[in-house]
């Protein structure tokens, strides 16, 4: 399973010919190469993680690819056609297997609103939480994609997430509210965290694909 970061939040998983893309959003540039696409997972319904422009690009290249995200998304997406799903739920997207956890956005503060928000496991080996520290429980997760900066993200929580996870390998994503010196600051204190329990951590840029 090849595993590519996009800008910010956004992942692209390629499998025996199949692609699958979680969270298109406002902070990543149009992507291409999507001839081969079965799905679009959006975690939540903030125009980081999705926007109208990205799924009618990405449904123009892949008119069968099917949309999932939870039902708050899928009462916002006016004009598209999103399966709705929830922790709990697995589903099949091709050669893809999808299983949700969570259920909830982390708090940003306390005069906005909580949005729904999944994490989803991809073919039981990658985890992404969207906005949340949802941990799946009772999984062993190979690669975890870890948040690196956001308005509700503390990196001592951030490291306590990847701690309790416990990946094989991780990678640092949710990253462009970041500056450069930022970012290297938050990578450093998440290798830390994967380190703890025999983990690597891999510092990857936009285009940049998982070793293997």
């Given at each position: 399973?090849?595993?590519?970061?996009?800008?910010?939040?956004?992942?692209?998983?390629?499998?025996?010919?199949?692609?699958?893309?979680?969270?298109?959003?406002?902070?990543?540039?149009?992507?291409?190469?999507?001839?081969?696409?079965?799905?679009?997972?959006?975690?939540?319904?903030?125009?980081?993680?999705?926007?109208?422009?990205?799924?009618?690009?990405?449904?123009?290249?892949?008119?069968?690819?099917?949309?999932?995200?939870?039902?708050?998304?899928?009462?916002?997406?006016?004009?598209?056609?999103?399966?709705?799903?929830?922790?709990?739920?697995?589903?099949?997207?091709?050669?893809?297997?999808?299983?949700?956890?969570?259920?909830?956005?982390?708090?940003?503060?306390?005069?906005?609103?909580?949005?729904?928000?999944?994490?989803?496991?991809?073919?039981?080996?990658?985890?992404?939480?969207?906005?949340?520290?949802?941990?799946?429980?009772?999984?062993?997760?190979?690669?975890?994609?870890?948040?690196?900066?956001a308005p509700w993200l503390r990196v001592g929580d951030a490291?306590?997430?990847?701690?309790?996870?416990?990946?094989?390998?991780?990678?640092?994503?949710?990253?462009?509210?970041?500056?450069?010196?930022?970012?290297?600051?938050?990578?450093?204190?998440?290798?830390?965290?994967?380190?703890?329990?025999?983990?690597?951590?891999?510092?990857?840029?936009?285009?940049?694909?998982?070793?293997?």
């Open positions: 399973m090849r595993v590519t970061k996009h800008e910010h939040a956004t992942l692209r998983i390629e499998d025996h010919g199949e692609t699958i893309i979680i969270d298109p959003g406002s902070f990543t540039i149009p992507l291409q190469d999507l001839e081969h696409l079965v799905a679009v997972v959006i975690t939540h319904e903030h125009p980081d993680h999705w926007t109208p422009e990205h799924l009618e690009r990405i449904l123009d290249a892949a008119p069968d690819a099917v949309i999932y995200g939870p039902p708050a998304v899928a009462a916002l997406a006016e004009g598209f056609s999103v399966q709705a799903v929830e922790p709990g739920d697995t589903i099949t997207a091709g050669s893809f297997t999808l299983r949700f956890f969570g259920g909830m956005h982390e708090v940003i503060h306390s005069s906005l609103p909580v949005v729904e928000n999944v994490g989803v496991l991809v073919n039981d080996e990658l985890y992404y939480p969207g906005d949340s520290y949802a941990v799946p429980e009772g999984v062993e997760v190979d690669v975890l994609a870890a948040p690196l900066g490291m306590d997430f990847v701690l309790a996870v416990r990946p094989r390998r991780a990678f640092g994503t949710h990253d462009m509210t970041l500056s450069v010196l930022g970012r290297g600051m938050h990578r450093q204190r998440l290798r830390w965290a994967t380190e703890q329990n025999g983990g690597e951590f891999f510092e990857l840029e936009p285009g940049d694909a998982l070793p293997s």
